[in-house]
Structures are given as structure tokens and as C-alpha cells.
């Protein structure tokens, strides 16, 4: 008796093997089959970028120190210049699928001052429906002028403008949350037509929340190429605290040849908004007016002087010189700001992989205002660049 129960379980055992094998190898294959299907198709690349830049400032006038603000206290020693970290940056972007990416900037930097409402900068998802329709969720930079176009470590100047500071901090460019829609239509004319179009917070990058109803609304129209002439129309509205703001701009770019491996590359831009900012940072009793009153305009030109050259890895020497007015409050006759940037630069591998840049920063203000960064002041900079 116990002899067959033996036989017949080992017969069992024997005939039961090749039915769980060949169902195991079944369930094995396709699920195998299946997450490498998946994984293929769900992550197809992930790229890493940043930038390092480091500088040298040195103040040219002995009551200025490297920040370029008026000391008033002459006991008290003036920091004339500094060695500092201006940019430390990486982004990391991941092309989920053919038509979904998602990015994040973040900047080191920022650590060295106070972190709040910094360090995070870039961090989205875009879609691709087409080269006609795009679209852009999450915190980014929208389109809103020639500097809203490229990152900071491939400008022909020490830094962006005024104004474009200016404007970001009345939530019209720089970096802010909201969502985007834009494209290219190529085939409509000679030259390529680009929009965009953004609906944005306002109220800037890394806030818990808005801090108001309102939203901002902007749209921009490029007719041709950057690369040789382009014309850029800017324009937006929205509400902050239920009063309406509006903001307006022009720009023009392009490249012209001047001899086989010298070019012109040059940039110009006009700005006007209104400046909420300033307003709602007054006291009641300091307001001259509404908010419609308070408006800000700026305008630059930027002439930038390229001679290509081919010698071990330097690629180009550089000599630019931006001019640039701005005022915060011209129709209050406010304090009127006149930079002149003066800059030779030296670049290495492609795209300014390297870049050393010397450069001055004058600021020549209608009313100097003692113990205050609204000073003139002259500033030499020494900056060095490293792209990832």
C-alpha cells in the first residue's frame, strides 16, 4: 500500500512537471516581453546640463563695495573686492515618450544668500503635439522677450538687462508658474512665424501659493529667424489685487556678416509695464495717484562683435558694449538708470562650453541716493564659465 502511494505520487510528480513548466514559461515570457516593451517606450533618454560661473568683482570707487551699494559709514571698512559664485546650476531633462518631456533647474548658488523662494528654478512638463502646438505646465520662463529666449551662459553681456529683472519681478518674465502654449507655422510665409502664449501666477517662482485671484496673461509673435533677422511683438494684461496691469514690447534681432569669419550679432529691445511692485510696496500715505500711474519702460542695444577663429579649442573672441535705460516710475519723473557694459570675452568648445569674460558695470543714476544700491557706481567683473 505504501509502495503505490509512492508510484502514484512520483507519477503525478512526473506528468505534473511539463504542465507547470510550460505554464510558468508562458507567464514568463510575457510578462518579460511586456516590461521591456514598456520600459522602452516609457523612458528613452535622460540628459544631465548646468553651468558654473565664478567671478572677481572689484569696485572702482572707494564708497562703493562689490555689490555696487553706497557706504555711508567711513569708520566701517568698504568691500572694494571679492571672489563669488554667481551661477552654479544643473538641470536634469527626461524624455518620457515622442511627445512628453519633463525638466528641472536648480541653482546651488542660491544657497550662499537666504534660499527662500530661490534654488529651484526651472521644474515642468511639455507636451508635443506638433511643431504648430506645444504646451508647457509647471514653473518655467515664458515668452516674453529676446532674453526669455536663451539661457543666461550664452548671452553676449556680463548679465541680462534691468529691465528683464524688472519685469520678472512684476511676474511678466523670468521664472514663473502657470501654463504655456506655443509653436512654429513655417509654411504659412517666407519666414517662420512663432507665438506663444502664457497664463501665469505672477507673484514668481517657489510660492506655496498665489496670492491673489489674479492671473497674468501674455503673448508673444516672432516673425524670422534669430539666427539672421527677427522681429518680436509682446503684449499682455491681467489683474493684481482686482486692478488691471498690462504689459507691451518690441525687440529685434539679428546677425549680419561683415567679412568670412567676423559678424555683427545685435540685439535690441523697448519695454513698458505697469509696476505693481512698486506701487503695493509703498505706504498709502507715499502713493502719488492709482496703480495706473505707476508704470516702468526700459530700452537697450546690444552690439556684439564676433571674430571666429579655429586655435586648439578656443573658438571665438567677442568684444560687446551694452547700452541700456530704465526707469521704474517715468511718469512720476522717477530716478532714471543708464548702464554702459563694456565686455571682451573669450570662448572656448561649442556653445561657450568655456568662457572667460572681462567686463565693467557702470551705472550712472539721475539721483543718487546715499546708503542705497541706487548709486552710481563702476564695477570691473572677471567671470569664468564652465557648461555641462
Same mark, same amino acid.
Given at each position: ?71 555711508? +559709514?567711513?569708520?566701517?571698512? #568698504?568691500?572694494? @573686492?571679492? /571672489?563669488?559664485?554667481? =551661477?552654479?546650476?544643473?538641470? &536634469?531633462?527626461?524624455? %518620457? ?16 544668500? +537666504?534660499?527662500?523662494?530661490? #534654488?529651484?528654478? @526651472?521644474? /515642468?512638463?511639455?507636451? =508635443?503635439?506638433?511643431?504648430? &502646438?506645444?504646451?508647457? %505646465? ?251
Amino acid at each position: 500500500m505504501h509502495k503505490r502511494s509512492v508510484l502514484l505520487f512520483a507519477t503525478f510528480l512526473v506528468a505534473g512537471i511539463p504542465l507547470t513548466y510550460a505554464g510558468n514559461g508562458l507567464a514568463i515570457d510575457t510578462t518579460s516581453v511586456d516590461t521591456t516593451a514598456q520600459k522602452v517606450g516609457f523612458l528613452k533618454r535622460v540628459t544631465l546640463g548646468g553651468v558654473f560661473q565664478a567671478r572677481y568683482t572689484l569696485s572702482l570707487k572707494s564708497n562703493i563695495d562689490v555689490n555696487g551699494v553706497h557706504q555711508t +559709514d567711513e569708520e566701517k571698512e #568698504v568691500v572694494r @573686492n571679492s /571672489f563669488s559664485i554667481k =551661477r552654479a546650476r544643473l538641470q &536634469v531633462k527626461a524624455q %518620457v515618450s515622442d511627445r512628453f518631456t519633463a525638466s528641472c533647474l536648480v541653482n546651488f548658488a542660491d544657497f550662499a544668500s +537666504d534660499p527662500k523662494g530661490k #534654488v529651484l528654478e @526651472n521644474a /515642468f512638463i511639455s507636451y =508635443r503635439w506638433n511643431d504648430a &502646438v506645444n504646451f508647457t %505646465v509647471g514653473q518655467f520662463r515664458p515668452s516674453f522677450g529676446l532674453e526669455d529666449l536663451y539661457p543666461v551662459d550664452i548671452i553676449q553681456s556680463m548679465d541680462f538687462s534691468n529691465q528683464y529683472y524688472a519685469f520678472g519681478n512684476n511676474g511678466w518674465q523670468s521664472f514663473q508658474v502657470g501654463v504655456s502654449m506655443f509653436g512654429t507655422f513655417r509654411k504659412m510665409a517666407r519666414w517662420p512665424i512663432k507665438y506663444a502664449i502664457n497664463v501665469v501666477n505672477g507673484n514668481n517662482r517657489n510660492q506655496i501659493s498665489d496670492d491673489d485671484n489674479g492671473k497674468l496673461v501674455s503673448t508673444r509673435l516672432e516673425f524670422g529667424d534669430m539666427n539672421r533677422l527677427s522681429l518680436g511683438l509682446n503684449g499682455g494684461f491681467g489683474a493684481v489685487r482686482r486692478y488691471g496691469v498690462y504689459a507691451l514690447g518690441i525687440d529685434f534681432s539679428g546677425v549680419i556678416p561683415l567679412a568670412e569669419k567676423l559678424d555683427l550679432q545685435l540685439q535690441t529691445e523697448f519695454k513698458q509695464c505697469t509696476n505693481h511692485r512698486l506701487f503695493y510696496s509703498l505706504a498709502d500715505s507715499l502713493r502719488k495717484g492709482p496703480l495706473s500711474d505707476y508704470q516702468m519702460n526700459g530700452v537697450y542695444v546690444l552690439p556684439n562683435f564676433r571674430y571666429k577663429i579655429n586655435y586648439h579649442k578656443l573658438t571665438s573672441i567677442e568684444v560687446s558694449m551694452r547700452y541700456e535705460y530704465f526707469n521704474e516710475d517715468f511718469r512720476h519723473a522717477g530716478n532714471a538708470r543708464r548702464s554702459y557694459i563694456p565686455m571682451i570675452s573669450l570662448a572656448f568648445l561649442k556653445d561657450y562650453g568655456g568662457r572667460i569674460q572681462l567686463g565693467m558695470q557702470i551705472d550712472d543714476y539721475d539721483k543718487d541716493i546715499p546708503g542705497t544700491k541706487t548709486h552710481s557706481s563702476n564695477l570691473m567683473i572677471v567671470q569664468v564659465q564652465c557648461r555641462l
